[in-house]
């Protein structure tokens, strides 16, 4: 069974992020899917990543490499995670929060 840190583009350091993001597992990873994860691990960590860590979430779950992923989907990747925040954003005027 795969760990998080034999997916391809994540290593030691990605793999503690997201761990304490509460992503501990590839099935985590896949259920709640790349900018989801993302998100979380933005909140959690304390030295921000870049998106090259989304890249790299979403390279690992297709099997290719961080840059081609940046090369191939970044425009799409990038309107989704503004998609999602400002879905956020929207529950928290709610008071409702968004659940992971």
């Known amino acids: 069974m795969k760990t998080l ?3 391809q583009g994540l290593g030691p350091m990605s793999e503690k992020m997201l ?3 509460g992503v501990d597992s ?3 990873l896949r259920s709640l899917g790349a900018i989801r994860v993302f998100i979380q691990v933005r909140k959690t960590s304390k030295n921000k990543p870049s ?10 779950l297709e099997g290719e ?3 081609t992923i940046a090369k191939q ?4 990747l ?6 999602f925040q400002e879905l956020e954003k929207l ?8 659940q992971f």
């Open 5 to 7: 840190k034999d997916l």
């Open 19 to 21: 761990k304490d993001a």
């Open 26 to 28: 590839v099935e985590t």
């Open 51 to 60: 998106l090259n860590l989304l890249y790299a979430l979403v390279g690992a």
């Open 65 to 67: 490499h961080w840059l």
């Open 73 to 76: 989907q970044k425009s799409q």
């Open 78 to 83: 990038i309107m989704q995670l503004d998609g």
């Open 91 to 98: 529950f928290e005027k709610e008071h409702k929060p968004l």
